[in-house]
Protein backbone atom coordinates (compact mmCIF):
# COMPACT_ATOMS: atom_id res chain seq x y z
CA UNK A 1 0.00 0.00 0.00
CA UNK A 2 3.00 2.53 0.82
CA UNK A 3 4.74 1.99 -2.42
CA UNK A 4 1.30 3.09 -4.38
CA UNK A 5 1.62 6.69 -2.59
CA UNK A 6 2.61 9.29 -4.47
CA UNK A 7 3.63 12.43 -2.12
CA UNK A 8 5.90 15.47 -3.45
CA UNK A 9 4.11 18.59 -2.03
CA UNK A 10 7.92 19.87 -1.10
CA UNK A 11 10.06 20.52 -5.39
CA UNK A 12 13.89 21.00 -5.47
CA UNK A 13 14.38 24.18 -4.36
CA UNK A 14 11.45 24.65 -1.79
CA UNK A 15 11.60 26.27 0.99
CA UNK A 16 11.23 24.69 4.36
CA UNK A 17 10.81 24.29 8.09
CA UNK A 18 12.54 21.08 9.74
CA UNK A 19 11.82 19.83 12.97
CA UNK A 20 13.98 17.33 14.67
CA UNK A 21 14.22 13.78 16.13
CA UNK A 22 17.38 14.17 18.17
CA UNK A 23 17.62 14.47 21.87
CA UNK A 24 17.76 18.08 22.69
CA UNK A 25 16.41 19.38 19.63
CA UNK A 26 12.92 17.96 19.90
CA UNK A 27 10.03 20.86 19.44
CA UNK A 28 12.65 23.01 17.68
CA UNK A 29 12.16 23.88 13.92
CA UNK A 30 14.63 24.95 11.36
CA UNK A 31 14.83 26.66 7.96
CA UNK A 32 16.00 24.95 5.15
CA UNK A 33 16.08 24.55 1.24
CA UNK A 34 14.67 21.10 -0.56
CA UNK A 35 17.95 19.73 -2.35
CA UNK A 36 16.13 16.54 -3.76
CA UNK A 37 12.58 15.56 -3.45
CA UNK A 38 13.25 12.26 -2.97
CA UNK A 39 15.46 9.06 -3.20
CA UNK A 40 15.19 5.67 -5.14
CA UNK A 41 15.05 3.61 -2.14
CA UNK A 42 12.30 5.51 0.23
CA UNK A 43 9.80 7.37 -2.04
CA UNK A 44 8.86 9.70 1.65
CA UNK A 45 12.51 10.75 2.23
CA UNK A 46 13.62 14.38 1.18
CA UNK A 47 17.50 15.52 1.24
CA UNK A 48 17.73 19.05 3.18
CA UNK A 49 20.10 21.56 3.16
CA UNK A 50 19.92 23.59 6.67
CA UNK A 51 20.33 27.40 6.63
CA UNK A 52 21.37 27.78 10.07
CA UNK A 53 23.25 24.84 10.81
CA UNK A 54 26.41 23.79 10.00
CA UNK A 55 28.53 20.28 8.79
CA UNK A 56 31.63 21.72 9.72
CA UNK A 57 33.08 23.54 12.89
CA UNK A 58 34.66 26.53 10.84
CA UNK A 59 30.88 27.28 9.95
CA UNK A 60 31.39 27.25 5.64
CA UNK A 61 29.33 24.08 5.10
CA UNK A 62 25.63 23.45 5.90
CA UNK A 63 24.74 20.68 7.48
CA UNK A 64 22.67 17.94 4.90
CA UNK A 65 20.66 15.61 5.76
CA UNK A 66 17.57 12.96 4.85
CA UNK A 67 14.74 13.70 6.38
CA UNK A 68 11.36 11.99 6.26
CA UNK A 69 8.45 14.04 4.50
CA UNK A 70 6.99 14.46 8.29
CA UNK A 71 9.65 16.18 9.51
CA UNK A 72 8.81 18.82 7.02
CA UNK A 73 6.79 21.79 6.53
CA UNK A 74 6.33 24.82 4.46
CA UNK A 75 8.48 27.25 5.61
CA UNK A 76 5.49 30.23 7.20
CA UNK A 77 5.13 33.62 6.15
CA UNK A 78 6.55 36.63 8.52
CA UNK A 79 3.24 38.68 9.64
CA UNK A 80 3.34 42.25 10.57
CA UNK A 81 1.86 42.47 13.86
CA UNK A 82 -0.21 45.77 14.55
CA UNK A 83 -0.06 44.75 18.50
CA UNK A 84 2.44 43.52 20.67
CA UNK A 85 2.62 40.19 21.99
CA UNK A 86 0.59 39.42 25.25
CA UNK A 87 0.50 37.65 28.76
CA UNK A 88 0.24 33.60 27.52
CA UNK A 89 0.22 33.94 24.19
CA UNK A 90 1.60 30.82 22.54
CA UNK A 91 5.02 31.83 20.67
CA UNK A 92 8.32 30.16 18.86
CA UNK A 93 11.24 31.88 19.78
CA UNK A 94 14.28 32.29 17.75
CA UNK A 95 16.91 30.22 20.18
CA UNK A 96 20.06 28.59 19.11
CA UNK A 97 19.54 28.94 15.12
CA UNK A 98 15.99 27.38 15.39
CA UNK A 99 12.38 28.40 16.34
CA UNK A 100 11.26 26.77 19.82
CA UNK A 101 7.81 26.87 21.10
CA UNK A 102 7.18 28.46 24.36
CA UNK A 103 4.63 30.80 26.58
CA UNK A 104 4.90 34.51 27.02
CA UNK A 105 4.59 34.76 30.82
CA UNK A 106 5.79 38.24 31.27
CA UNK A 107 5.31 41.40 28.97
CA UNK A 108 8.96 43.53 29.94
CA UNK A 109 10.07 47.09 29.05
CA UNK A 110 11.67 48.01 25.60
CA UNK A 111 9.17 45.28 23.41
CA UNK A 112 11.24 42.69 25.22
CA UNK A 113 9.18 39.30 26.39
CA UNK A 114 10.34 36.64 29.05
CA UNK A 115 9.10 33.22 26.98
CA UNK A 116 9.17 29.81 29.73
CA UNK A 117 9.46 26.41 27.43
CA UNK A 118 7.29 23.71 29.27
CA UNK A 119 10.09 21.55 27.56
CA UNK A 120 13.11 22.26 29.01
CA UNK A 121 11.56 24.01 31.94
CA UNK A 122 13.43 26.83 31.24
CA UNK A 123 12.74 31.05 31.20
CA UNK A 124 14.34 33.01 28.40
CA UNK A 125 13.98 36.74 27.55
CA UNK A 126 13.57 38.02 23.75
CA UNK A 127 13.28 40.93 22.00
CA UNK A 128 9.94 41.35 19.73
CA UNK A 129 11.74 40.30 16.03
CA UNK A 130 12.36 37.55 17.80
CA UNK A 131 8.83 35.96 18.53
CA UNK A 132 6.40 34.77 16.22
CA UNK A 133 3.09 33.24 16.96
CA UNK A 134 3.22 29.85 17.14
CA UNK A 135 1.41 28.13 14.52
CA UNK A 136 0.69 24.58 14.04
CA UNK A 137 1.14 23.03 9.67
CA UNK A 138 -2.47 21.21 9.31
CA UNK A 139 -4.04 19.59 6.42
CA UNK A 140 -2.22 21.76 4.49
CA UNK A 141 -3.41 25.00 6.61
CA UNK A 142 -2.17 26.84 8.93
CA UNK A 143 -3.40 27.01 12.67
CA UNK A 144 -4.64 29.51 13.68
CA UNK A 145 -4.81 30.91 10.37
CA UNK A 146 -2.65 33.72 9.24
CA UNK A 147 -3.66 37.01 10.42
CA UNK A 148 -3.95 38.41 7.24
CA UNK A 149 -6.73 36.14 6.34
CA UNK A 150 -8.88 36.23 9.40
CA UNK A 151 -9.44 38.91 11.73
CA UNK A 152 -10.35 36.98 15.00
CA UNK A 153 -6.46 35.61 14.79
CA UNK A 154 -5.69 38.96 16.49
CA UNK A 155 -7.62 37.77 19.79
CA UNK A 156 -5.40 37.01 22.69
CA UNK A 157 -4.97 33.20 23.84
CA UNK A 158 -5.46 34.67 27.01
CA UNK A 159 -9.24 35.59 25.80
CA UNK A 160 -9.79 32.39 24.84
CA UNK A 161 -8.33 30.96 27.72
CA UNK A 162 -11.37 32.73 29.88
CA UNK A 163 -13.99 31.73 27.49
CA UNK A 164 -12.86 28.19 26.42
CA UNK A 165 -11.32 26.72 29.27
CA UNK A 166 -13.55 26.52 32.17
CA UNK A 167 -13.80 22.68 33.47
CA UNK A 168 -16.84 21.04 35.94
CA UNK A 169 -17.00 19.03 38.44
CA UNK A 170 -17.18 15.19 37.34
CA UNK A 171 -16.03 16.04 33.51
CA UNK A 172 -13.78 13.74 31.66
CA UNK A 173 -10.61 15.57 30.56
CA UNK A 174 -7.37 14.99 29.03
CA UNK A 175 -4.05 15.84 30.84
CA UNK A 176 -0.40 16.16 29.35
CA UNK A 177 2.73 15.99 31.58
CA UNK A 178 5.86 17.49 31.00
CA UNK A 179 7.99 15.06 32.83
CA UNK A 180 11.07 12.99 31.51
CA UNK A 181 9.48 9.98 29.52
CA UNK A 182 5.97 11.27 29.47
CA UNK A 183 6.33 14.26 27.30
CA UNK A 184 3.65 14.27 24.29
CA UNK A 185 1.48 11.94 26.00
CA UNK A 186 -2.32 12.25 27.05
CA UNK A 187 -3.75 11.03 30.18
CA UNK A 188 -7.43 10.84 30.91
CA UNK A 189 -8.74 12.26 34.23
CA UNK A 190 -11.97 13.50 35.77
CA UNK A 191 -12.27 16.39 37.11
CA UNK A 192 -12.42 16.86 40.54
CA UNK A 193 -12.87 20.90 41.38
CA UNK A 194 -11.50 23.98 39.44
CA UNK A 195 -9.50 25.52 41.96
CA UNK A 196 -8.88 28.89 40.35
CA UNK A 197 -8.23 30.66 36.49
CA UNK A 198 -5.53 28.77 36.33
CA UNK A 199 -5.43 25.61 38.16
CA UNK A 200 -7.48 22.19 38.22
CA UNK A 201 -7.35 19.83 40.36
CA UNK A 202 -8.10 16.22 38.70
CA UNK A 203 -7.84 12.12 39.01
CA UNK A 204 -6.43 9.73 36.47
CA UNK A 205 -8.16 7.09 35.30
CA UNK A 206 -5.30 4.97 34.52
CA UNK A 207 -2.29 6.43 36.62
CA UNK A 208 -2.25 4.94 40.51
CA UNK A 209 0.19 6.69 43.19
CA UNK A 210 3.44 5.50 44.52
CA UNK A 211 1.15 3.01 46.95
CA UNK A 212 -0.94 2.04 44.46
CA UNK A 213 -4.13 2.28 46.86
CA UNK A 214 -5.71 4.48 44.70
CA UNK A 215 -5.72 6.79 41.53
CA UNK A 216 -3.30 9.43 41.35
CA UNK A 217 -4.90 12.77 42.57
CA UNK A 218 -3.53 15.74 41.00
CA UNK A 219 -3.49 19.83 41.12
CA UNK A 220 -2.52 21.08 36.84
CA UNK A 221 -2.24 23.94 35.49
CA UNK A 222 -4.96 24.61 33.02
CA UNK A 223 -2.72 24.83 29.55
CA UNK A 224 -2.18 20.94 30.55
CA UNK A 225 -5.65 20.00 30.11
CA UNK A 226 -8.01 19.69 27.80
CA UNK A 227 -12.04 18.53 26.87
CA UNK A 228 -12.07 14.46 26.27
CA UNK A 229 -12.22 14.40 22.79
CA UNK A 230 -14.61 11.60 23.04
CA UNK A 231 -15.15 8.17 21.03
CA UNK A 232 -14.88 7.63 17.30
CA UNK A 233 -15.80 5.03 14.89
CA UNK A 234 -12.58 4.42 12.31
CA UNK A 235 -13.25 1.86 9.44
CA UNK A 236 -9.86 1.85 8.51
CA UNK A 237 -6.72 3.78 9.12
CA UNK A 238 -4.17 4.55 6.09
CA UNK A 239 -0.04 4.48 5.77
CA UNK A 240 1.52 7.89 6.76
CA UNK A 241 -1.76 9.00 8.87
CA UNK A 242 -1.48 10.58 11.79
CA UNK A 243 -3.07 8.61 15.25
CA UNK A 244 -2.72 9.00 18.95
CA UNK A 245 -1.98 4.97 19.93
CA UNK A 246 -2.94 3.77 23.38
CA UNK A 247 0.42 2.98 25.60
CA UNK A 248 1.73 2.86 29.01
CA UNK A 249 -1.79 4.35 29.99
CA UNK A 250 -1.52 7.04 27.72
CA UNK A 251 -2.58 8.38 24.28
CA UNK A 252 0.93 8.74 22.54
CA UNK A 253 0.81 10.69 18.68
CA UNK A 254 2.19 8.47 16.19
CA UNK A 255 2.29 7.72 12.59
CA UNK A 256 0.85 4.74 10.96
CA UNK A 257 3.96 3.01 9.21
CA UNK A 258 2.59 -0.41 7.92
CA UNK A 259 -0.31 -2.17 7.49
CA UNK A 260 0.56 -5.53 9.28
CA UNK A 261 -2.72 -7.57 9.27
CA UNK A 262 -6.30 -7.16 9.31
CA UNK A 263 -7.24 -4.38 12.10
CA UNK A 264 -3.48 -4.22 13.15
CA UNK A 265 -0.87 -1.46 12.21
CA UNK A 266 2.89 -0.25 12.80
CA UNK A 267 2.81 2.98 14.22
CA UNK A 268 5.91 4.93 14.21
CA UNK A 269 6.55 7.14 16.91
CA UNK A 270 9.37 10.14 16.08
CA UNK A 271 9.96 11.60 19.77
CA UNK A 272 11.39 7.84 20.70
CA UNK A 273 12.10 6.58 17.54
CA UNK A 274 10.05 3.59 17.73
CA UNK A 275 7.88 1.28 15.76
CA UNK A 276 5.40 -0.68 17.51
CA UNK A 277 2.54 -2.92 16.21
CA UNK A 278 -1.59 -1.92 17.55
CA UNK A 279 -4.42 -3.24 17.52
CA UNK A 280 -7.19 -0.86 15.56
CA UNK A 281 -9.13 -0.70 18.69
CA UNK A 282 -6.00 0.85 20.42
CA UNK A 283 -5.92 3.47 18.23
CA UNK A 284 -7.67 6.77 17.41
CA UNK A 285 -7.35 9.69 14.68
CA UNK A 286 -4.87 12.38 16.31
CA UNK A 287 -6.41 16.02 16.64
CA UNK A 288 -5.38 18.95 18.48
CA UNK A 289 -7.31 21.16 20.58
CA UNK A 290 -6.78 24.85 18.93
CA UNK A 291 -8.77 27.98 20.55
CA UNK A 292 -11.57 26.06 21.93
CA UNK A 293 -11.96 23.39 18.64
CA UNK A 294 -10.56 19.93 17.97
CA UNK A 295 -8.83 20.37 14.66
CA UNK A 296 -7.75 17.31 12.44
CA UNK A 297 -4.48 16.88 11.41
CA UNK A 298 -5.19 13.51 9.49
CA UNK A 299 -2.51 13.98 6.65
CA UNK A 300 -4.09 11.53 4.45
CA UNK A 301 -6.37 14.10 2.55
CA UNK A 302 -2.58 15.26 1.18
CA UNK A 303 -1.33 11.88 -0.50
CA UNK A 304 -3.15 10.67 -3.88
CA UNK A 305 -3.18 7.26 -5.07
Known amino acids: ?????????????????????????????????????????NKHSLLVEYKTLMADESGTKP??????????????????????????????????????????????????????FRATREQLEFSRSELRLHREWIDGKWVPPLEEHVQEA????????RN????????????????????????????????????????????????????LTEVVDIKH?????????????????EVDALYNDGWWVGVISKVVGKQKYEVYFRGTDEELVFKQSDLRRHKEWINGKWVSSNLVGIYKK
Open 1 to 41: MADDLKFQPFKKGAEVEVSSNDNGFRGAWYSGTVIKPKNSN
Open 63 to 116: LRETLDVIQLRPLPPREKRDSNFKFSDEVDAYYNDGWWEGVVTAVLPGNRYSVF
Open 154 to 161: SLSTEFKI
Open 164 to 215: NDRFSKGELVEVCSDEDGFQGAWFTATVLEQVNTKNVKIQYKSLRNDEDTEF
Open 225 to 241: IRPHPGDEIVDHFRVLE
